[in-house]
T-cell receptor
Framework: AQSVSQHNHHVILSEAASLELGCNYS??????LFWYVQYPGQHLQLLLK??????LVKGIKGFEAEFIKSKFSFNLRKPSVQWSDTAEYFC????????????FGAGTRLFVKA | EAQVTQNPRYLITVTGKKLTVTCSQN?????MSWYRQDPGLGLRQIYY???????DKGDVPEGYKVSRKEKRNFPLILESPSPNQTSLYFC???????????FGPGTRLTVL
């Protein structure tokens, strides 16, 4: 069965620190990869996505992620976090099997200290 | 405004009392999905639909039913709710498998 692992459940950083959130998935075939963010009191919204092509994808608000197929990973990065990045971050995988089955990771709560 | 709406936003009920959570989208999306969010478990897909009258099970379908009679609506039905269905539920829609999902505001359900 497919699964998605997010290594850190809680991360606390100071403003201007660099961020990397890990995401690994288990599925041997073609996958579509997503990072979603949930700001306090708001809906989940898409940060970035990868389907094919350049494995380094850029999203909104300065976030980027790198797909490393050999490591089954899709880690999220930001060079310098801001207080407003405090949120919960979810990695999600949709396997290219023709259906709409989507597996989410457990999420990482990021708190950025001002 | 393009959006996914859910009703009710909050619901407290008792074990065994049938309930329906409605979901509607105004973006003409073909794909819709229901998730539940529980602490430490992230979002788990309950059911999804790829078009009218086409639905399929996600990872945790037990105890739930769905229907897709119209493109815009995708209600979630709990025929006999139990306390382990206490959770935060999200509806989402998408224009395609490879496209982002747009989420509703969530429905917080408590089953006593």
């Amino acid at each position: 069965a497919q699964s998605v692992s997010q290594h850190n459940h809680h991360v606390i950083l100071s403003e201007a620190a660099s961020l990397e959130l890990g995401c690994n998935y288990s599925y041997g075939g073609t996958v579509n990869l997503f990072w979603y963010v949930q700001y306090p009191g708001q809906h989940l919204q898409l940060l970035l996505k990868y389907f094919s092509g350049d494995p380094l994808v850029k999203g909104i608000k300065g976030f980027e992620a790198e797909f490393i197929k050999s490591k089954f990973s899709f880690n999220l990065r930001k060079p310098s976090v801001q207080w407003s990045d405090t949120a919960e971050y979810f990695c999600a995988v949709n396997a290219d099997t023709g259906g709409f089955k989507t597996i989410f990771g457990a999420g990482t709560r990021l708190f950025v200290k001002a | 405004e393009a959006q996914v709406t859910q009703n009710p936003r909050y619901l407290i009920t008792v074990t065994g009392k049938k309930l329906t959570v409605t979901c509607s989208q105004n973006m003409n999306h073909e794909y819709m999905s229901w998730y539940r969010q529980d602490p430490g478990l992230g979002l788990r897909q309950i059911y999804y639909s790829m078009n009218v009258e086409v639905t399929d099970k996600g990872d945790v379908p037990e105890g739930y039913k769905v229907s897709r009679k119209e493109k815009r609506n995708f209600p979630l039905i709990l025929e006999s709710p139990s306390p382990n269905q206490t959770s935060l539920y999200f509806c989402a829609s998408s224009s395609g498998i490879y496209n982002e999902q747009f989420f509703g505001p969530g429905t917080r359900l408590t089953v006593l």
